[in-house]
């Protein structure tokens, strides 16, 4: 029967090929399964059965082929296990960079705009007047001169001191950074999954550094009972394991990375939703669950205070709203003298983003 098939208007979809909407998808599913590519089609299949995703002329087979010829997934042909390639790695972080990136631009929660001028590399579009000291090439003529007709009339030009404006730069800073993930099992308790958009952030801002700020270095580091560095190719398979919290040792081994580095500008960003419950004393855990234990807290106070006279600021996006954990770290960021946002998990990205940002740009004279 020869008809017409209506369906919903997507702009986001528009121009679109059947392979590249189910390619999104597929992308985001990556990130809920670790990088588990038989889970992700699996829930595929399922999606597809339910909201019919596919159609006669191509179906999720046709698909899985696609992602084999395209190089987005690759199959062990003596094992049959199917596995992503560094370049839906790749991709994942891309798509973060989008999806987070996307929504900074309309929102204007979290912005700590800390711009300063001075000659550095970026046009700033403020201008004002000239004062002594000041270079030729800091001089924005057209508006100067348009300042000279308006005071003097176009009749005779004369341009004068006063009528001088300057136009600034923006001068953007290397800076080492050092992203803490808090991997320990409340990430995904109560039915909340913390983890993921902790991953789409950490992606998101690795593909940031990467792409356009190449001078920057960022460092990765998972704390649970014990902190280890992780590269930024594993962060699409980062999931949560059975752990009390350290934040001591993996404040410690950001300390022991930023020492390392040569970047006058260094700085941690913590991103956590629960107390610290855990301290490795020797080769045994102590360990506290129950409430803030003051041997715990101490150390980290401790390590705050090292922080601050190794002018290593440390930002710290708690994902909780127990009033006794946002006093705790309240007093934690104030003997850092440091930065603490009480984030929504969909707002997490933008307060991250906009502080970043906000600390590329410094003063100089």
């Known amino acids: 029967m020869i008809g ?8 986001d979809q ?5 392979f590249d909407q189910l390619l999104d998808l597929f992308m985001q599913l990556l990130n809920y399964t670790n990088g588990d590519v038989g889970e992700a089609l699996q829930w595929m299949n399922q999606l597809d059965k339910e909201y019919k995703l596919t159609d006669d002329e191509y179906g999720m087979g046709n698909f899985i082929d696609d992602l084999k010829e395209k190089g987005y997934i690759d199959e062990n042909k003596q094992t049959g296990e199917i596995k992503i390639t560094p370049k839906t790695e790749q991709g994942i972080r891309k798509r973060s960079l989008e999806e987070i990136f996307g929504k900074l631009k309309k929102t204007r929660q979290g912005n700590h705009n800390t711009f300063k001028a001075g000659q550095g590399d970026e046009v700033n579009p403020e201008t004002r007047s000239f004062q002594f000291g000041d270079l030729l090439e800091q001089i924005d003529f057209t508006e100067s001169i ?4 308006i005071n003097h009339g176009i009749e005779a030009f004369n341009i004068q001191e006063d009528d001088l404006k300057i136009r600034e730069t923006d001068f953007r800073s290397q800076t080492s950074t050092v992203l803490m993930i808090d991997i320990s099992h409340s990430m995904i308790l109560y039915g909340e999954d913390r983890i993921t958009p902790a991953k ?14 190449p001078k920057d270095t960022l460092d990765i580091v998972v704390f649970g009972n014990d902190a280890w560095p992780i590269e930024i190719r594993d962060l699409p398979y980062l999931q949560v394991g059975p752990y009390h919290t350290n934040t001591v040792a993996g404040l410690e081994m950001a300390m022991d990375i930023l020492r390392r580095r040569r970047n006058q500008n260094k700085q941690i960003f913590m991103i956590t939703d629960g107390k610290p419950t855990c ?14 234990d003051r041997k715990i807290t101490n150390r980290c106070l401790n390590l705050a205070a090292q922080c601050k006279k190794l002018k290593i600021p440390i930002t710290t996006f708690m994902i909780a709203s127990d009033p006794y954990l946002q006093r705790f770290v309240a007093e934690f960021t104030e003997t850092n003298n440091g930065k603490a946002f009480f984030a929504a998990l969909d707002k997490l990205g933008a307060f ?5 940002e906000s600390g590329k740009r410094k003063t100089v004279y």
């Open 146 to 149: 348009r300042n000279a007709q």
């Open 4 to 11: 017409f098939h209506f369906r919903k208007f997507d702009p």
């Open 200 to 213: 789409k952030v950490a992606m998101a801002l690795s593909e940031l550094i990467t792409t356009k700020y």
């Open 14 to 18: 528009q121009g679109k090929s059947k």
């Open 352 to 356: 991250l983003f906009r502080d970043f």
């Open 279 to 292: 301290l490795k004393m020797g080769g045994k855990y102590y360990k506290n669950s129950f409430g803030l």
